[in-house]
């Protein structure tokens, strides 16, 4: 209160004081302004009568003379005129003035004696006047001078009062300003006020958010942001504090951070990815930056955060260039820099070749081996190569200087790269992890250039799968393919004395605990929220989320669902299944097939089955925030994830991190990767589509006890292994590599220590 008084009177003072100075300042420049005004009115005056006078003093008439000076009184403003004779002595004098006007004014005597126009303002019996005073001659005579006298006293009061009226006036309108700001903005900002406190109480959740005034929206962004932090900060407290009495550890953005830097030592993290953390574009005249939905960019983040580490992706956003430096460089994140991030730029003719030809159209279907021919192009290899050595040229610029740098490679499009970078820097400790499957040799063997890229790989210091299966694939094709040493029992090539370890890392996602108050009503109204937007009359609900990709199973689940309602028709107008499904790839024809059969087969489906305003099928063709994808977790009844072949899927994950209030069930292709983590799912072969509709089926009609009973297991799962211990695991694993000999910690010294000891007991 003490210091809204003090706004108050500062504000009130410091404006008063400025319309105070202004008002003079108008006030002086309206005194001057009327004083030329009545000098020249005065002299106009005096000017016109100058010839009627010189006629009476020449004639002699004084009687006639004081009839001409009579005449000028009452005049508003007009005092009066007076004829003084050339010695000063008066002749005529308005009648009016004769009483108060005593002596001869100084601006008569000395037009008198100058014989020149003379004016002065004067004060005569306490009232301010002016008098111009004009010679009159006649044929060279001096005959004497004409004096007009004005009365100036309305020249002071009233521009003071206006003075005085413009500074209440404002003083009002400042006074009134403020009660308007006190009572719109001050409601405003007790909700505000109220919301934090009910935060800070736990009795409401960041994602609701503060009061949305649009005039508070800059302010509002940044206290969410806070809130959030905040909210998460507890939770995490919370979860340690329990964690702590059962003697188990979290993962946790903060653990990780200083996990991170007590492995690191100093050195610093270079993280290389073909999808960038932070994308530029244009929104009407100015540019914004998003963070694109990525497990990757949650997961490496609080690594790159730790350690002020590099980022190195393909800049992609509209407006990238304008936003980095003349070597693609800028800081991150854009709102709070704490890493860098280098971006490359590609030519279309790149792009093509690199990501949409061999990566996409090569490498991935012949990985997935899910019934899509993998097609191979001389050209597009030469453009991954060319990629690849432009990306390991960037990195090798980044690492100048560096002392024992570490280098995280990601994914599939960079196999070439381990090898370019160690060549040029051995001192560097290199890690590569493949997100997608690998396959068995005989698949692999397709690839006409199996060999460059095992060489590749190999040249890295670790190399890093989802599951142990990919990496037994991994050391079967180099087996085959080239002359190495293979370690079965540690897992490890060593081709040419550079040793390489390969291990299984399950990538996960985050796990920010309950967050949801558990009102059921209130869940139960935000579903039917959802079926609103939809525009969909159900009561049961299915989802299915996924890039549109012939790896995810989309067609195999649609005609589960088709099965489902011919066996079970009591479903029919009661069960709608929701797939998410974004585009993906559409420069390649065979994603832009897969997207027309999609929407073929749903639309099949719909026309059989469809009754008034319900369908089976309702397909959303575009992308989704995380928020939104969160709501349609949180409502639906079963979630069918049926991939025909994936490294692991994080939407299986997701959707189990998501149920907060243990209901809902998970349905899991047994050739995801999840499912060798997420047991209690309801575990299908998506080839099967009989087995689809009974797991559907069983999913519907599971107790809720049971529903929770395995939601919990598999909660509890993905919160000891969340995506914070994957990157705490491979930062520790790589760290621990020893540089000097190339030699990482499986032990190959043992085996040779035990052939010692086999000779020895041979003699």
């Given at each position: 209160m003490?210091?809204s008084s003090r ?6 003072g ?5 319309s ?8 002086a420049?309206?005194t001057?302004?009327?004083r030329?005004?009545?000098?020249r009115q005065a002299?106009a005056l005096a000017e016109?009568?100058?010839?009627s006078?010189e006629?009476l003093?020449?004639?002699?008439s004084a ?15 007009l005092?009066?005129v007076?004829?003084?004779d050339?010695?000063g002595?008066v002749?005529?004098i308005?009648?009016?003035m004769?009483s108060y ?6 601006a008569?005597?000395?037009?008198l004696?100058?014989k020149?126009v003379?004016g002065?303002?004067?004060r005569?019996?306490g009232?301010p006047?002016h ?8 044929e060279?005579?001096f005959?004497?001078?004409i ?9 002071g009061?009233?521009v003071w ?7 209440a006036q404002t003083l ?14 001050g409601?405003h900002?007790?909700r505000?006020?109220q919301?934090?406190?009910?935060l800070h109480a736990?009795?409401v959740l ?5 009061p949305?005034?649009?005039?508070f929206?800059p302010?509002?962004s940044e ?5 959030t932090?905040?909210?998460e900060?507890r939770?995490a407290a919370e979860?340690?504090a329990?964690l ?5 550890a ?5 653990r990780l951070?200083?996990s991170v830097q007590?492995?690191l030592k ?7 990815s073909n999808?960038e953390?932070?994308?530029?574009s244009?929104h ?5 930056w ?13 690594v790159l ?8 992706a393909q800049g992609t956003g509209?407006a990238d260039r304008e ?11 854009p ?10 730029w590609l030519?279309?003719e790149e792009?093509?070749g690199?990501y949409?030809?061999?990566a996409?159209?090569?490498?991935w279907p012949?990985c ?5 021919r993998?097609?191979f192009?001389?050209?597009d ?5 060319t990629v690849?050595?432009k990306?390991a040229?960037a ?5 100048e200087g ?11 499009h960079f196999?070439l ?10 001192d ?5 992890f493949w997100?997608?499957p690998w396959?068995?040799?005989?698949a692999f063997?397709i690839c006409?250039w199996?060999r460059e890229?095992?060489t590749?790989m ?12 990919h990496?037994?694939?991994?050391l079967?094709?180099v087996d085959r393919?080239l002359?190495s040493r293979i ?14 370890a390969v291990?299984?890392?399950p990538i996960s996602v985050?796990f920010?605990?309950s967050?949801s108050?558990g009102?059921?009503a ?10 609103g ?7 049961l609900l ?10 995810k199973?989309?067609?195999e ?9 011919d066996q079970y028709?009591s479903?029919?107008?009661d069960?709608t ?9 559409t420069?390649i024809k065979?994603?832009?097939?897969l997207?027309s059969e ?5 639309e099949?489906?719909?026309r ?5 305003s ?6 959303l063709n575009?992308?989704h925030?995380?928020?939104e994808?969160?709501r349609y977790?949180?409502?639906?009844d079963?979630c ?6 994936d490294g692991m899927?994080l939407?299986?994950k997701?959707y189990?991190?998501?149920?907060d209030?243990?209901?809902g069930?998970?349905?899991?292709s047994?050739?995801a990767?999840?499912s ?6 309801l575990?299908v072969n998506?080839?099967d ?6 797991s ?10 049971e529903q929770?009973?395995r ?9 000891e292994n969340n ?7 491979l930062?520790d694993?790589?760290?621990?590599v020893?540089?000097?000999t ?6 190959i010294?043992l085996e040779?220590?035990g052939?010692?000891r ?6």
């Amino acid at each position: 209160m003490y210091l809204s008084s003090r706004l108050n009177l500062s504000l009130l003072g410091g404006v008063a004081a400025v319309s105070m100075i202004f008002a003079m300042y108008q006030a002086a420049w309206e005194t001057h302004t009327l004083r030329d005004e009545v000098q020249r009115q005065a002299l106009a005056l005096a000017e016109s009568q100058q010839r009627s006078v010189e006629q009476l003093l020449e004639t002699g008439s004084a009687r006639d003379l004081q009839v001409f000076v009579d005449q000028f009184q009452n005049h508003e403003r007009l005092a009066g005129v007076a004829v003084y004779d050339p010695t000063g002595n008066v002749m005529a004098i308005t009648s009016s003035m004769a009483s108060y006007l005593a002596a001869t004014p100084a601006a008569v005597a000395h037009a008198l004696e100058s014989k020149h126009v003379k004016g002065e303002f004067f004060r005569q019996s306490g009232v301010p006047m002016h008098v111009l005073a004009l010679p009159i001659n006649a044929e060279a005579h001096f005959l004497g001078v004409i004096a007009v006298f004005h009365n100036v006293a309305y020249k002071g009061s009233p521009v003071w009062r206006q003075v005085l009226t413009s500074v209440a006036q404002t003083l009002l309108i400042v006074g009134i300003t403020l009660l308007v700001i006190r009572w719109s903005l001050g409601r405003h900002l007790g909700r505000m006020t109220q919301w934090l406190r009910d935060l800070h109480a736990g009795k409401v959740l960041p994602e609701g958010g503060p009061p949305k005034e649009q005039i508070f929206e800059p302010l509002a962004s940044e206290v969410t942001r806070l809130a959030t932090s905040l909210n998460e900060a507890r939770a995490a407290a919370e979860v340690e504090a329990r964690l702590r009495d059962t003697a188990q550890a979290l993962w946790t953005p903060e653990r990780l951070r200083i996990s991170v830097q007590s492995k690191l030592k100093g050195s610093r993290l270079f993280a290389i990815s073909n999808r960038e953390p932070y994308e530029h574009s244009y929104h009407g005249g100015s540019i914004t930056w998003r963070m694109p939905p990525s497990g990757l960019v949650t997961a490496l983040e609080p690594v790159l955060r730790a350690c002020d580490g590099t980022w190195i992706a393909q800049g992609t956003g509209p407006a990238d260039r304008e936003t980095a430096d003349d070597y693609g460089r800028l800081r991150v994140p854009p709102d709070h820099p704490q890493y860098s991030l280098r971006r490359v730029w590609l030519t279309k003719e790149e792009e093509d070749g690199f990501y949409f030809g061999f990566a996409n159209e090569g490498l991935w279907p012949l990985c997935h081996i899910a019934h899509t021919r993998p097609i191979f192009r001389a050209e597009d290899w030469e453009d991954y190569r060319t990629v690849n050595r432009k990306f390991a040229s960037a990195l090798l610029e980044e690492m100048e200087g560096e002392k024992d740098p570490l280098v995280l490679v990601q994914d599939y499009h960079f196999a070439l790269l381990p090898y370019m970078v160690k060549k040029q820097r051995p001192d560097a400790r290199v890690a590569i992890f493949w997100h997608i499957p690998w396959p068995n040799p005989e698949a692999f063997g397709i690839c006409p250039w199996q060999r460059e890229l095992l060489t590749g790989m190999l040249g890295a210091d670790l190399i890093g799968f989802h599951i142990q299966a990919h990496c037994n694939n991994f050391l079967e094709s180099v087996d085959r393919v080239l002359e190495s040493r293979i370690d079965r029992e540690h897992f490890g090539v060593n081709r040419q004395d550079h040793l390489t370890a390969v291990r299984p890392f399950p990538i996960s996602v985050e796990f920010c605990g309950s967050t949801s108050s558990g009102d059921k009503a209130l869940a139960s109204r935000g579903r039917r929220a959802l079926f609103g937007d939809l525009g969909i009359e159900t009561s049961l609900l299915g989802l299915g989320v996924d890039r549109i990709d012939y790896t995810k199973g989309i067609l195999e689940r649609f005609r589960g669902i088709e099965r489902l309602l011919d066996q079970y028709p009591s479903y029919q107008g009661d069960l709608t299944f929701v797939q998410i499904g974004a585009p993906s790839r559409t420069h390649i024809k065979r994603y832009q097939d897969l997207m027309s059969e999609v929407e073929e087969e749903a639309e099949r489906i719909n026309r059989r089955f469809r009754s008034g305003s319900w369908r089976p099928i309702v397909l959303l063709n575009r992308q989704h925030t995380h928020a939104e994808i969160r709501r349609y977790y949180q409502a639906a009844d079963f979630c069918l994830v049926t991939a025909l072949h994936d490294g692991m899927n994080l939407v299986a994950k997701e959707y189990v991190a998501s149920r907060d209030d243990e209901q809902g069930v998970l349905i899991l292709s047994r050739f995801a990767g999840a499912s060798h983590e997420l047991a209690d799912a309801l575990i299908v072969n998506p080839y099967d589509t009989a087995e689809l509709a009974h797991s559907i089926h069983a999913a519907l009609t599971m107790p809720a006890e049971e529903q929770a009973t395995r939601m919990r297991r598999m909660r509890l799962v993905i919160q000891e292994n969340n995506v914070y211990r994957w990157a705490g695991n491979l930062i520790d694993e790589l760290a621990r590599v020893r540089v000097e000999t190339g030699d990482p910690e499986f032990p190959i010294a043992l085996e040779r220590e035990g052939l010692k000891r086999i000779s020895a007991v041979l003699g």
